[in-house]
Structure formats: structure tokens, C-alpha cells
């Protein structure tokens, strides 16, 4: 599946990857808190329960989970803020977490709910600290600043404090600063939260955007679908800290929901339709029924014979993104396989 | 090293510039400053008003001394005191992780990041305190002794570094350690008078739980000509010691800040 050549060898890639947190209980109170550090009592926690994929140059990949899935942890391993507790990644070549200068110069990771920007200053100051940092060189610099500037609309938000901005111009200002050196590879977590809708939209036009211009590789999660569906021809889902989908966005309803959608529309009022499938939704003349995936076109013609004159419209559709993915998140298990 | 010295000169460049978004703040330190300088001159000139050594400093050779604590007050609170304070917010908030994601030696990061401009007016009033100190000395300086006096006041500096840069480690481990740097500043006001003027147990733990004692009689000594090379050499693989200690528990805390234990 993956053609070998140097030039097309994954940016990322993950094998059998684990993480086991080791939670310290601690305890109230100076004499506990003394005797804890003694000796220490420990809660595991698994976060990440060995997940293997890998990422090609230039590739937008969405990755998608219910809260507590595990995407924050992965993504803190890729980056190299964590050790995992067992398995294998690279990005870029290196092992993040050895932490190699060249790994590090050449990925960003931006976290929604976190700034790195000091709040106290205007943002182009942080942006010089950042320079020298990275060592970019200084013509280098100017043109990724104007680049950037242009394509978040930065000009008049990189003078002002911080402090000042709002939540979605500080976000715009965060990409910026996670942008500055160039990198290659970009993990994105959750870049849009909290943002309204009209944010949410901007920020998404410029990850498509910059990743058109630049090339850069991108691994995003989201909590909004949106996010998704806009930005990713290819998403992988965990729940539980399980791989549970790796493939198309588009092929993810006919993978993990095992049943269609089939809407009617009636001209007189709605009956009992409950022996074509389950009656999800039905008000006066409008009716949708989930039908196993396998019979759906026996169910469609039976509709059709048994309503006759009656049925005005019929459609049959996967369900929406968003009912497959909360579908699979609400259940408490992972589900094994889900393809009748 | 180049790249290490341009990093701080930024560092260096945007603090000052938000300082001086709040220049009121900064006139107002240095009034501050020049009013306890002036009150702790005071009670050195009082405590001399009965006798003309104590512990076999004289009252200038005293005044030397207090300029030097200010030196290196100054310098710390310069740099590394409001850098390790946003250091123990990052821990606490959990930014450290944008840190760790630079190409850089993580230490010096959270070391220097941020300064405090106007406290290098203290360090220019502690070199005129030690002037004026060394002025009614009167002995003649030579160039030896103010070399052992510039590198015994780095050690110094040093010193107190790796102490609280040790404590400043503990809050990996503990979420609150403003208590234990409390205690740590208050026994560095103990600082600003000779050690030998303490009672023994104060003395001790002067010298060595808060090597403040040290790093600041030291190069007072030094430049009034009661230390040697020896001495300076001394000291500095004293602090070339406390600081590779302070240094090993910091990879210590930053292991297990990212789970490599686990
Ligand atoms: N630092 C931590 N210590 C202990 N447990 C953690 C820590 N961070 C996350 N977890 C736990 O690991 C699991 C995965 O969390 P996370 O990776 O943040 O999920 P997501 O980003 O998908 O919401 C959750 O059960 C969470 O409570
Ligand atoms: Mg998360």
C-alpha cells in the first residue's frame, strides 16, 4: 500500500503504540504529603492501548475520539513531550522523544486550550524570542511572517497585548507563533475550540490553505466534525485508546454503521412503519427508518410495493458523519467489527 | 554560545520593552531600592556607633559587604527569580510542554526566559555601595583582586542559582513550593551581614543549607584582599558542584514531568 521510496516514506509512523499513565495518589496534609513522597502509591491509567498507523508527506489526517479517547496523549508522544510505555514511532525519522534538535526544528504542535504566547506582551515580541530560538535566519523570517500575516489576516493583532485579544484572534496568533520556524509536520489538537462559527471556518480555511502552500504534513483532532469533513480525506478513529478506523472519511458511515437511513415522505399522515426497520423519527407526513445495512435495498423495494400511491419521496442514505461517530462513542466497549 | 547569548539579548530585549510599557513601576523600584539601601546602611552605621570591628569586620569593609549582597540579590532577581516564578505557573498550568518542544537546553530556557530589567538598578547601586565601601577602605586595589572579586561574585551567584533552581525542581513533585521559597528569601535577608556575626546554628545553616552566607561574604573577602586564589578556587568548584547537583535534579523532575519512568 505504501511505496517505499525514500521520498514517500511515512512522516509519521506509529507501531503498537501505548501509553500507561502512573497517577500519584496524593494526599492532604504536609505529613501525608511527606510521606507520599517516601513511599509513593500509584493509580494506572491507560490512555493508549497499542495503536500503529502511518502518515505520508503531505497528508491532512483527522483524528477523531470522544473525550478521554487518547488523542491528546498520542499526540504528546509524536511530539516527544512523552515517553511511551511501550511501542515504536518516528516522525520525520527521529524518535520524538529523544528530542533531537532536528526533530524538534521541524514539527509544531498547537494546542487549542493552551498558549505558548507570554499574555504581557505583544504578540511580535514573542515572535522574535521565537526567532532566535529557532535560529531562523532573518530573510527567512520576514517572508514566513509575511506569509503567515497575509493568510491570518495578523496585521493589525501582532502590536496589541495578548492579553488583549480575543479568544479566536489569540488562536490565530497561536498558529503563527507555532508556524514561525516552518515545520514540516504539525499536530493540531482541538485548534478550533471554543471559537464561534465564523472563526471555526477561518481557521480551517487557513490549515487547508497552508497546507496547500507549504506542503506540511497535518494530524488534527477535532471535537467538530466540521472540522473534519472540511479539512480530511482520511481520518483515524480511537475510542478508549483502541484504533477502532483508519481509512476515507468517506467510507467511514458504510465501515462503522452498520445500518442505512432510509427517509419517507408520504402524502397522507404516517402509519406504523415499524415492520420495515426502526422508526427513528416520525411527525405527521415525514418518516426515518434505520434498516440493516445488508437489506437496504429489499427494505427500499418493499417500501415502495407495500406504500404504493401513498409515497411521494424515498431516499436511502448512510447516516450523517456525526450520528455514526457518536454512535460508536457511545458505546462503552469498542466495537469489534461492525461491518454485518 | 553565540546563538545561547543572542537568545538572551531577546529575551533580554522584550522584557525591557515591557517594562517600559509600565515605566511608573519602574521609578517607582528604584525609589524603593535607594530607601532600603539607605535603611540598611543606617543599621550598619548604628551597630558601629559602639564599637569599630565586629567579628573582625570593620565598618567599611561592612559596607563593602552590603553592596555585594545587593550585587547578587540583584543579579538573581534579575534573571532567574522571575523566570523560575513563571516556570512553577508553567509547571503548574501545564505550558512547560511548549518549552520542552524547543530546540534548545530546556534549563536555560526556563532559567533566563524572563528578567526583570529594573532590578539592575540594584546591581548598579550595590556597585556604587561597594565603591564607596571600598573607598574608605583605602587600600589600593590591583587587578588580581578585582579578578578573584568578579569571579568569587559569579560563583556567588551560582551558588544561590542552583539552590533555588533545586527548589524550584520540587514543584514537579509538589505542586506548592512558594512556602519553601519563602523560607528561602528570609534567610537570604540573614545574608546582607557577615556569617560570622550569627550564632553557630545560624551560621551553619547559612553557609551551608543557604549557601547565601558564602556566596556573598566571599567576594567580600576577596576584594578586601582576605581571600586567595586558593580560596576563589575553592569556592568555584563548590559551585561547579551545586549546580551540577541542582542540574541532575532538574533532568530528575523533567523525567518525570513526561512520564520516562513510566
Ligand atoms: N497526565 C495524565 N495523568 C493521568 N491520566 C491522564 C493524564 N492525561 C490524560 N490522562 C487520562 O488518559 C486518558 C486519555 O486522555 P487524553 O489523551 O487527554 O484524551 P483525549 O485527548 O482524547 O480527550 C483519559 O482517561 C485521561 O483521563
Ligand atoms: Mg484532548
Redesign the pocket.
Same mark, same amino acid.
Given at each position: 500500500m505504501y511505496a517505499l521510496t525514500p521520498m514517500d516514506a511515512p512522516v509519521v509512523d506509529v507501531r503498537a503504540l501505548r501509553k500507561v499513565?502512573r !497517577?500519584t495518589e496524593r494526599e492532604t496534609g504536609l505529613a501525608a504529603t511527606f510521606r507520599s513522597f517516601v513511599r509513593r502509591r500509584y493509580r494506572e !491509567?491507560l490512555?493508549v492501548d497499542g495503536i500503529t498507523f502511518h502518515i505520508d508527506p503531505g497528508e491532512v489526517v483527522g483524528f477523531l /475520539?470522544p473525550? /478521554?479517547?487518547?488523542? *491528546? *496523549? @498520542?499526540l504528546k508522544m509524536l511530539s516527544g513531550l512523552l515517553h511511551p510505555t511501550s511501542g515504536e514511532a518516528t516522525v520525520l525519522g527521529h524518535v520524538p522523544w529523544r528530542r533531537e534538535g532536528d526533530f524538534l526544528r521541524g514539527m509544531t504542535l498547537l494546542m487549542g486550550n493552551r498558549s505558548q504566547l507570554v499574555w504581557d506582551i505583544p504578540a511580535a515580541d514573542s515572535f522574535l524570542v521565537l526567532k532566535e530560538i529557532y535560529a531562523v535566519p532573518a530573510a527567512q523570517y520576514k517572508r514566513t511572517l509575511d506569509e503567515l500575516t497575509e493568510l491570518l489576516d495578523l496585521g493589525p493583532l501582532l502590536h496589541k497585548l495578548v492579553r488583549g485579544l480575543s479568544l479566536g484572534e489569540r488562536m490565530k496568533v497561536e498558529f503563527a507563533a507555532g508556524l514561525l520556524h516552518s515545520p514540516g509536520v504539525a499536530f493540531l489538537d482541538e485548534p478550533t475550540l471554543g471559537l464561534d462559527i465564523s472563526m471555526q471556518g477561518r481557521i480551517r480555511r487557513f490549515v487547508a490553505e497552508y497546507n496547500q502552500r507549504s506542503g506540511a504534513t497535518i494530524l488534527l @483532532?477535532s471535537h467538530y466534525m466540521d472540522d473534519v469533513v472540511a479539512l480530511c480525506r482520511r481520518v483515524i478513529v480511537i475510542h478508549h /485508546?483502541v484504533l477502532l478506523y483508519d481509512g476515507a472519511l468517506a467510507d467511514l458511515a458504510e465501515r462503522m454503521a452498520p445500518y442505512k437511513r432510509i427517509s419517507v415522505t408520504l402524502r397522507g399522515s404516517v402509519g406504523d412503519l415499524s415492520t420495515f426497520g426502526e422508526v427513528v423519527s416520525s411527525n405527521e407526513n415525514l418518516a426515518t427508518i434505520h434498516v440493516p445495512r445488508a437489506q437496504a435495498a429489499e427494505r427500499t423495494a418493499r417500501l415502495v410495493r407495500e406504500l404504493g400511491d401513498q409515497l411521494a419521496d424515498i431516499s436511502v442514505e448512510d447516516p450523517p458523519i456525526e450520528e455514526v461517530i457518536d454512535k460508536v462513542f457511545a458505546s462503552e466497549r469498542p466495537l469489534a467489527e461492525t461491518t454485518a | 554560545m553565540v546563538r545561547y547569548l543572542r537568545m538572551f539579548r531577546a529575551f533580554a530585549a522584550t522584557e525591557f520593552q515591557f517594562e517600559m510599557e509600565y515605566r511608573g513601576n519602574f521609578y517607582l523600584s528604584i525609589f524603593e531600592m535607594f530607601l532600603v539601601i539607605g535603611t540598611s546602611i543606617g543599621a550598619v552605621l548604628i551597630m558601629f556607633g559602639h564599637t569599630t570591628t565586629m567579628n573582625g569586620w570593620t565598618l567599611p569593609e561592612m559596607i563593602v559587604l552590603l553592596g555585594v549582597y545587593y550585587l547578587i540579590q540583584g543579579g538573581v532577581n534579575l534573571v532567574f527569580s522571575p523566570s523560575f516564578e513563571r516556570l512553577m505557573e508553567h509547571v503548574r498550568v501545564g505550558t512547560l510542554d511548549f518549552h520542552l518542544l524547543k530546540p534548545v537546553n530546556v534549563q536555560f530556557l526556563v532559567s533566563t526566559r524572563h528578567l526583570r530589567v529594573v532590578r539592575a538598578a540594584d546591581l548598579l547601586l550595590g556597585l556604587v555601595v561597594v565603591i564607596v565601601g571600598l573607598l574608605q577602605v583605602g587600600a589600593q586595589i590591583g587587578v588580581a583582586q578585582s579578578l578573584l572579586f568578579a569571579l568569587s561574585l559569579f560563583f556567588g551567584v551560582m551558588l544561590v542559582y542552583s539552590l533555588l533552581l533545586g527548589l524550584v525542581t520540587l514543584s514537579f513533585w509538589f505542586v506548592r513550593v512558594e512556602n519553601l521559597l519563602a523560607i528561602f528569601w528570609a534567610f537570604t535577608e540573614a545574608g546582607r551581614f557577615p556569617v560570622d556575626v550569627y550564632p553557630l546554628w545560624l551560621r551553619v545553616s547559612l553557609s551551608t543549607i543557604v549557601p547565601i552566607g558564602i556566596a556573598v561574604t566571599a567576594p567580600a573577602n576577596a576584594i578586601a584582599g582576605r581571600m586567595d586564589a586558593v580560596g576563589v578556587a575553592l569556592l568555584g568548584a563548590g559551585t561547579v558542584l551545586a549546580v551540577g547537583i541542582a542540574s541532575a535534579l532538574w533532568r530528575r523532575g523533567l523525567r518525570s514531568y513526561t512520564g520516562a519512568s513510566a
Open positions: 499513565y !497517577v !491509567v490512555a /475520539g473525550n /478521554g479517547a487518547g488523542k *491528546t *496523549t @498520542t @483532532t /485508546g | -
